[in-house]
């Protein structure tokens, strides 16, 4: 059973803060993805990797940034959060061969 | 214009109706649909996944896709409480696109007993 968790499923934070948000993959997948969730506008992608140390800017990457160091683990970073950031965060991944994803429960980020 | 729209609803139906999900799409190189399932307060989960033009049947789900009209839908028969869901259309197009989905708004439903 594939599993994709996500380091928290709840986070407030200040204005100004830098935040990470962490993800871990189980299935040794090559792709990883993050995404925010808003209502009425589905799911967006920010960043995704198809590699370690790969990354590649999705739809809204402005005011993010991500690493991915280790094939299982891939971190999204918000430098300095402001309140328009406030959003559910969901992070996939996929093999290189198939062409569906799997998620992780996701992370409620409210910055004040 | 957004490459997949959804009608985000949300859509309320009795138990047993058959309920019948919807999307268009516009970039002609998209050739693998999916759905997703997404409970409140948790990651989506695959549903049902399509290649090209045709249908695909689960039990009470049927995916169907028509290339031609570019058009994507989901059919649940005799639906429960418990598919009260947000579905979430999503297509990829092939090629080396690295797994890159792109999704619907969503479609938040509610079945009531």
């Known amino acids: 059973d594939v599993k994709v968790t996500q380091s928290s499923r709840y986070l407030v934070k200040r204005t100004g803060e830098k935040v990470f948000l962490e993800c871990v993959q189980d299935m040794d997948h090559e792709n990883m993805f993050w995404y925010r969730q808003d209502p009425g506008l589905g799911l967006r992608l920010i960043y995704f990797?198809?590699?370690?140390?790969?990354?590649e800017k999705g739809d809204i990457p402005e005011g993010y940034s991500v690493s991915r160091e280790k094939k299982e683990r891939f971190s999204l970073i918000l430098e300095s959060a402001s309140t328009n950031q406030t959003s559910m965060y969901l992070c996939?991944?996929?093999?290189?061969?198939?062409?569906?994803?799997?998620f992780g429960p996701g992370t409620r980020l409210l910055v004040l | 214009q957004k490459e997949v729209e959804q009608d985000p609803g949300p859509l309320s139906v009795p138990e047993g109706a058959i309920v019948s999900l919807n999307c268009t799409y516009s970039n002609s190189a998209f050739q693998y649909f999916m759905w997703y399932r997404q409970y409140s307060r948790k990651g989506p989960e695959l549903l049902m996944y399509?290649?090209?033009?045709g249908n695909k049947e689960d039990g009470r789900f049927t995916a169907q896709v028509d290339k031609s009209s570019k058009y994507i839908s989901l059919f649940i028969r005799d639906s429960q409480p418990s598919d009260s869901a947000t579905y979430l259309c999503?297509?990829?197009?092939?090629?080396?696109?690295?797994?890159?989905?792109?999704f619907g708004q969503g479609t938040i439903l509610t079945v009531h007993p």
């Open positions: 999503a297509s990829l197009a092939g090629g080396t696109s690295y797994g890159k989905l792109t």
């Open positions: 990797s198809y590699d370690v140390k790969m990354k």
């Open positions: 399509t290649y090209s033009s």
């Open positions: 996939a991944s996929s093999s290189r061969d198939q062409e569906t994803q799997y």
